[in-house]
């Protein structure tokens, strides 16, 4: 797919809104999302340990846990479109990204690791994505309650990650 495949309203809950504006309107999303894995690495792979394991303020997410809050996230929703994709219209659970991270374990894996996982996650989405035809991008599934497409779903998880980046660049402290 080398276009843009922007979702339709109706294709996922206004909640995603905040994400969704964030990838600029000439944007072909398959390339954007090979740069984030790019990303990923200028970010995470030259910092330092004790950066990597502070949160920006109490009770919040180191940067290895925010990059692993990331990875399940695109687990998640990637399982969405897998099943929506193929045609599977029941409606998929929710899941709490605080129990999520409480679980983790980020701050003991590896930043190799974290980097490595992230990467091959977004490369699966990718994979499934190219599986899909027209109709199974536009396919409207509910997660959660909600309705949701792959398009949308893909989408959302470029945002996601937009979302998140700029956190870790507003909020955290440097320590290289």
């Known amino acids: 797919m080398n276009e843009r495949i922007v979702p339709k309203e109706g294709e996922y809950d206004p909640y995603f809104v905040r994400y ?3 990838i600029p309107e000439d944007t072909i999303l398959m390339d954007l999302l090979v ?12 910092m ?4 990597l ?3 920006y303020q109490e009770g919040k997410w180191s940067p290895k846990e925010l990059l692993l ?6 687990r998640v929703m990637a399982y969405r479109a897998l099943c929506i994709g193929r045609g599977d ?12 991270a409480s679980h983790s374990h980020g701050n003991v894996l ?4 974290l980097v490595e996982d992230f990467k091959q996650t977004r490369k699966s989405i990718l994979l499934l994505g190219h599986s ?21 779903i893909v989408n959302i998880l470029a945002g996601h990650f937009i979302h998140h980046m700029n956190i870790l660049k507003e909020r955290y402290t440097r320590h290289v």
């Open 69 to 74: 809050h990331i990875t399940d996230t695109e």
């Open 89 to 100: 219209l029941q409606n998929l659970p929710g899941f709490d990204e605080d129990d999520y």
């Open 53 to 55: 394991r502070t949160p």
């Open 110 to 113: 590896s930043i190799d690791y």
């Open 132 to 152: 899909f035809s027209e109709q199974d991008w536009q396919r409207v599934g509910s997660a959660n309650g909600k309705n949701i497409s792959p398009r949308a």
């Open 48 to 51: 330092d340990e004790k950066w």
């Open 20 to 22: 969704l504006k964030l």
């Open 35 to 46: 740069k984030q894995m790019e990303t990923v690495e200028e970010e995470f792979l030259e």
